[in-house]
């Protein structure tokens, strides 16, 4: 393999803040090292379709505080079929593209180790998405700013609930993982959270609910993860409760897309412009199918396989401190 | 009917951003005038169950920015009862009370209007909603700051929006009025307006969206009233036009109730003192049955009666900006 | 005058919040009318320099939430001589423009008066200014904007001065005129406010905030306008207070520039739309010199040269509401 | 040294935000152990005048998402003689308090240590400033949400400057440490950045500025640490450059106090959560002279001397990102 002269970098996936700052990241530390950088346009659809753009420092100037990607993002069936992922590499080679950093999650990340397989292209990912369910990585992209709107949400909540001594059930993002849903819980002061990683039955909540209005609280928040494996969705819930316990006064709250977008926090930034200039670096360096994270808040790369399956487990000790905040 | 020396204050109905900032106003005007004042919690049915406390310009210290109403807020169904307007009334003589200002909106000030002719007792009214559909006042308190929730969370999805080419169907807050959906919707600069004022016709939204694609938008935001008069509600719109323009990818989020919380506006804060001022003088200048107000951006007073029967038409200006705007 | 065929769009003098947003509002308007449209970047000195962009409706997608101005702004001492008006003139003439849409201040319809003067060409001015010192309009575009980001500081300036029981002189813009002053200080519960059209004297603030102290006010906020006329800066006049009353910890804050950044309001956005709507309907219809604006919550136009001159005062009813606030 | 039955929390020095979400959890973690809990006002100078409040679960309501402290803070200078600590320590006696959680900076954590050495007094502290320049601790409360102010009011910054063609020097919190200079300026996005901890020179600066045009940038941010070490102060350093620079139009703008106050982020809000509980947990366990902080994102404690002398290094990983970004 030769040196790397030109690499390409592509957002795809699910889109989060601070995937921009990721972008002016890469694109920036080229031009420090001299080295040409191209966009794709809409992630492994683009580079079939050969939507390519070229990018300098200036291209990026004032897009680091901008939610969603300039690159936008798709998700490509056709990049799943052999036929796909040869013209993908065909578009490359055609525009001397040496090396790609792929910004998104594990699906996209699992697109990228396979094609390194096949045309031992190299790649580089930067975990962008919201859900911070990827091994390999304390912060994934766009995490801490996805709380902060769920919880700042939750707070305008929160003052109607009071007013009203009202039962709210608040969905927030995350499918799998519960990680928003325990932070941004936590963060809010919800008397409950209801994550997929731990299931606690109904029963128990109905219980914590009763106890919660004895001890004198007027109003109350119970944040939900999407994913949550009651069985039932959060409108269900709300039923259910307002049934069991008719002195609620029971309101939903789905927070929805907006948690994927909005300017980045800081944190999510100084987090892109790290990891960006890491995954370049490693492919100036010659390496390939690793992935730039955080770990013990030092920059730090994982083999791409192994992000994709390790998985990231919830914090026991915030369950725990989680428990102790609402007794 | 004797000099007025004790007033209460008490936020009805729906909570809205500035009911704080409206009490705060009402408790240092009667201190200001040294004119007792004295809090009712939750509306009427705290009247009727005499839960009243009373205030001074300190217990109103730093409340100006704060979301919901620190008197709470309710609905009573008592109140519609004469033997409840009986136990209210005599709870005010017991404490000495001799007039009310009542924040809140329409149904509010109509329980206000039925107590005053039985009891003759002065009241006056200050609108409370974020609806803004009280006639006698072009801003009702809370309508400008949800109107900045609106919009703040409708930029947050036009991030992901664009990331995606997605089509966004947004529920915004407007039972039978199309104020917020207006004005947030051309705020947001959304493609498409759906209000409960203007019945368009879906055929027009699907030919107004056929053409935005064809002019090169890839993404879009069609911003809808709780109360739209399609007769269909958002996610049935939304699976409307995902099955007659299968390009589009659509996606339905519902602002909800966040949009009744949040700290209020600066606009709000200043309406809600200015507002709160005049009740008071109103009240010891002997008046009542009167609702303070905006007009012309002047504090006025509108007979309550007709405040509560006038309504408040949609500005068609800003209907025609709307058209020209998404063109 | 023949019929308007292509009319060009600037912003001048000091930019402010919904600049973009009138600036697109312009542009679609013009494509709404199938009229061409041009930018011209930096005010008065671009046009001097030619230099111009052709703008069309997709020109101006996603800049309604932009801050500042994407035509740049400056100010022209070469506008102030006839020959630079005369290379302006000429490259308007060689564009085959026929009509100016100007976003600007009192300085920016100084100048555009002059040059329609000397050389009969067709002008509409829109008030962009957060000091909102326009006669003709109650409001003008970044006004509110700049008030709610005035509030929002000095909200956070609260907390800390509650913590430390200290007194907090907050500066915030407007040279000549009091509106943001006055009602941000308002908003923000603010225990004094200085501005320019009232000169109460610092013996008078003495008393209040000894007042202040006695009635159990642990932490005041006094807010200042730039162009106080009490003879003293923010900083001297914290010194003064300092000396005169030691049992104050003093602090100052000058919120500065910030105030003139940030996502517009949905007010000012609504307010940008509908005046660039309002100003290229004028020149469509012929008309010249005057200023779209805001009267009685409608638009209305004002001779250009009124508008310059008239001013506008501080409304009275408001500081009476200040002090009775404040008591 | 006995059971501990009742644990005393008080926050001290400069105020930070999260420190009333640290409060609470104090509260609320001694709640769930059946363990009273005092709190006192003013930090160490209440603990003098016995200035102390019974705190239950239900006093801390609504606290989390409130900027400032809610028990205020202070400094005292009579807590630094024998005769202070002496009437503190019989006052802590006297209402049975057996150990005691501080929430403060190493000024603060000084003060325990030596109070603890005196009479034997269990004390653990909860590191909260918005500066991070404490050691054992990856982050400080506040810190996080001090840099999401910085950086929202550089972004309002970025507009003007950006409309305008302007160098801005914004000044930022941190007297001897950069930490906030470096990583705000790093999300804002800054051409460059001054800390305490690296001196240029101005030189340097100068040569980066013009490059900086050079290649086209129009507008350009510059963020110094208060106690940048360039021998100047902001307002020095502005006048230099303009007077080196004269193609640059050069403005001050100061953050301030802003940045101490406001409602703490989700981090900060979580990280109070977890170092409340853990704090309360060490006193249960007899343990004292400890900090808790965050290491490598696990919550951990640190002899409370050590966390006093040992500093906390600026990240060098950061300062090359920062160069490469503004390359």
Known sequence: MGKVKKIAVMTSGGDSPGM????????????YYRTECIGIYRGYQGMIEGDFVSLTARSVNNIINKGGTILKSARSQEFRTPEGRKKAHENLIEHKIDALVVIGGDGSFTGGVVFNKEYNFPIIGIPGTIDNDIYGTSHTLGYDTALNTAVEA?????????SHNRLFFVEVMGRDAGFIALNAGVGAGAEEILIPEEDLGLERMLESLKKSRRTGKSSSIVVVAEGDRSGKNVYELANYVEENLPEYEVR????????????PSCFDRVLASRLGVK????????????MVGLKDNEVASTD???AIKGGHEINRELLRVSDIMTT
């Not at 921009?20 to 031009?31: E, G, L």
């Not at 707070?155 to 609930?161: E, V």
């Not at 939903?252 to 300017?263: N, P, W």
């Open 20 to 31: 921009n700052a990721a972008i002016r990241s890469v694109v920036r530390t080229c031009a």
């Open 154 to 162: 939750i707070d305008k909540i929160r003052d109607t609930a009071s």
């Open 252 to 263: 939903v709250s789905v927070l929805g897309h907006m948690q994927r977008g909005g300017a």
């Open 279 to 290: 995954a370049v670096e490693l492919l100036l360096d010659g390496k390939t199918n690793l």
């Open 304 to 306: 791409l396989e192994k």
